[in-house]
């Protein structure tokens, strides 16, 4: 290699020097070239002989550390070989040792087999000397200690039933207060009562005389058709429209809309055809808000038109001035929370719930006849829901006994829904007996001299005789009183029962 490298150095310089020398350009000193030619082949040796001795350090470098890692792997070798030696007599030891535990168990095992069988032998010794003695056999004492502690355990039972009764009848009470009172706190719904009229915008003046006619014929044909009342002096570019059936009202909400919208003079057969228009729009409003209130309160089941057109005419249907539609879907709310929080089936108290007054759309029309709660029986047998549903939704008011808990479940939030301030609206005369019984009632007991029904009847005051009745009589007195009230009279909210008893001393000076 290093001979290689010389002469490729010195072909080079060779043929350097012959260029310079063909080349004309100058006139060429022999003696110099030479020096430069021989100068030039010295460093090309010089350096070969460096590159020589480099390439023999790089070697003998090579070579040391190949055997240094020669020896360092002959080295890991060996401590391998010892490592694997000493795992192999140490699982070797291992094993003559579990040996030795295996054998040392089975004598043990055969001891204790042995230590048994004695054990056994001494029990059944034991027992005939004891039976022996008792002069009873070994069953005959079984069954006498089972017969003992069954009945130990029944009257241990008996007592925890009782403590267990006791301490949930405490709670009971309080538990289901607070339950009632956060379920109505998170219900947010809008006024569910209803007014009996309703006011139609008349654009011209000249309108109101053409809906009556020349004679009357157009409005008495009106009022013929729809069972309502129509007044029009109430209020200026006004009519009022009033029916205790807010179905026929709509009717006639929209016959007469149709009628002042129509450019044609109104007329009998003009009436006529409104009304018939308006018939047909409102069967198909019924249905639509039927369908919208199944789909509000998520039911996915799915109903038989007809019967989503009877859940719609709830819209229209009215009791003490509460909406039934929006009265049954507050009750479907209420009774949904109340199910979740005691675990219960809570699509049985949804449907429940919100068919619990279905009856009341129909049993108003005529050849209709029974209770809305055994109307609403038969259309939900007719429908096909479950007997835990129909149960549940007729029970409220009693027709039969609540057997389910679903049953109660729909029953309170009845009675919450209706009984909610504000939810209904009250007659005057059924309030003027209210306020009568509430005064009457605290007369019939001894010492009373009267009563008075005070706020609304809110709070009731009772006037006693001083002679009669001692302060002590007092509390037991208003206790009576608020229970006589609990029982007998219905009333929203609670009465506060004020018993007083005044004495006066008078004296003269002499």
């Not at 070989?81 to 043990?108: C, F, G, P, T």
């Not at 009945?151 to 301490?167: I, T």
């Not at 679903?406 to 007996?433: C, F, L, N, T, W």
Request: charged residues 35%.
């Amino acid at each position: 290699m290093e001979l290689n490298i010389i002469l490729l150095v010195t072909g080079l310089l060779a043929g350097f020097i012959t260029g310079e020398v063909l080349t004309p350009k100058k006139k060429i000193n022999i003696a110099e070239t030479r020096h430069k030619a021989d100068k030039t082949v010295e460093l090309a040796k010089e350096k070969a002989i460096q590159i020589r001795e480099k390439a023999r350090m790089q070697t003998d470098e090579a070579r040391t550390k190949t055997t240094e890692n020669s020896k360092t792997y002959e080295l890991f070798l060996k401590d391998l070989e010892k490592s694997v030696k000493i795992k192999e007599e140490a699982s070797s030891k291992r094993e003559k040792r579990l040996e030795e535990l295996k054998l040392q168990a089975a004598q043990e095992d055969e001891k204790l087999i042995s230590i048994q069988k004695k054990h056994e032998e001494i029990k059944l010794d034991q027992v005939k000397t004891l039976s022996s003695k008792a002069g009873k056999s070994v069953e005959d004492v079984k069954d006498q200690l089972v017969k003992s502690f069954e009945e130990g355990l029944k009257v241990e039972n008996v007592d925890k039933l009782k403590r267990l009764e006791s301490y949930y009848g405490e709670i009971a009470e309080k538990y289901a207060k607070n339950m009632i009172l956060e379920t109505m706190q998170r219900v947010a719904m809008d006024t569910s009562t209803e007014k009996k009229n309703v006011q139609i915008y008349v654009p011209k003046d000249g309108l109101k005389a053409e809906l009556v006619g020349r004679t009357g014929e157009n409005i008495k044909e009106l009022e013929s058709l729809v069972e309502v009342s129509i007044v029009f002096n109430d209020f200026p570019d006004t009519i009022s429209v009033s029916s205790y059936s807010l179905l026929q009202r709509h009717i006639a909400e929209i016959a007469i809309t149709r009628l002042f919208e129509s450019r044609r003079r109104i007329d009998v057969k003009m009436v006529q055809e409104a009304v018939k228009f308006a018939t047909a729009e409102v069967d198909k409003d019924v249905y639509k808000l039927g369908l919208d209130a199944i789909k509000k309160l998520g039911i996915k089941r799915a109903f038989h038109p007809d019967l989503v057109k009877i859940i719609g005419r709830l819209y229209f249907r009215t009791s003490y001035g509460q909406n039934i539609m929006r009265h049954s879907m507050e009750v479907t709310y209420l009774a949904n929370m109340i199910s979740d929080e005691l675990g219960l089936d809570g699509e049985t108290c949804r449907i429940a719930g919100f068919l619990h007054d279905l009856g009341k759309a129909i049993d108003q029309d005529p050849g209709v006849t029974g209770g809305h709660d055994f109307i609403t029986k038969e259309l939900m047998t007719k429908y096909g829901f479950s007997e835990d549903e129909i149960h549940a939704a007729w029970a409220h008011h009693e027709s039969e006994p609540a057997r389910t808990p679903e049953a109660m479940v729909i029953k309170a939030a009845d009675a919450i829904s209706a009984g909610r301030p504000g939810a209904r609206q009250e007659s005057i005369g059924r309030y003027i007996e209210r306020i009568k019984a509430l005064e009457e009632i605290p007369s019939r007991f001894n010492g009373v001299k009267r009563a008075f029904a005070i706020s609304a009847g809110r709070e009731v005051r009772v006037l006693v005789d001083a002679q009669t009745l001692k302060d002590e009589d007092l509390a037991g007195l208003a206790k009576t009183v608020a229970e006589t009230i609990e029982s007998e009279v219905g009333y929203p909210g609670k009465v506060k029962i004020n018993v007083i008893r005044r004495t006066q001393t008078s004296e003269y000076t002499r």
